[in-house]
């Protein structure tokens, strides 16, 4: 492949990424949502670090592991308790990170 097709192939899926991502926020910000399309949509982002997070904890090797020899598993319990309590990301992060490393060093 020469470096002339290489980068132009890759300016046009840099356009065509710009034009699919851009075209529904150009739209969608023009348009005044109702306030139960507006709460709905304000579930997603949540949803989906949720389903994220689930897939890691619960299959961590591609093999579903819901026993406490799962150190993903243990340390999400610590994770959840500091988020809740603190409503901090950093601190929930790195209560998850400790957690985790502890876990692993005492499971072996």
């Known amino acids: 492949m020469s470096p ?7 300016l046009g899926m840099a356009a065509t990424n710009i034009v699919v991502r851009w075209t529904p926020l150009a739209v969608m910000s023009r348009l005044e949502l ?11 982002p949540v949803s989906v670090m949720a389903a ?5 904890v619960l299959r961590p090797d591609g093999v579903f592991r819901f026993d406490l ?3 993903y598993l243990l340390a999400a319990v610590p994770t959840a308790v500091v988020y809740r309590f603190s409503k901090s990301f950093l601190g929930a992060m790195l209560a998850g990170i400790l957690s985790f490393l502890a876990f692993r060093y005492l499971l072996g």
């Open 4 to 10: 002339a097709l290489a980068w132009g192939l890759v």
């Open 69 to 71: 020899a799962n150190p």
């Open 52 to 56: 994220i997070v689930a897939v890691q």
């Open 34 to 44: 109702p306030d139960v399309v507006r709460r709905w949509l304000g579930h997603i």
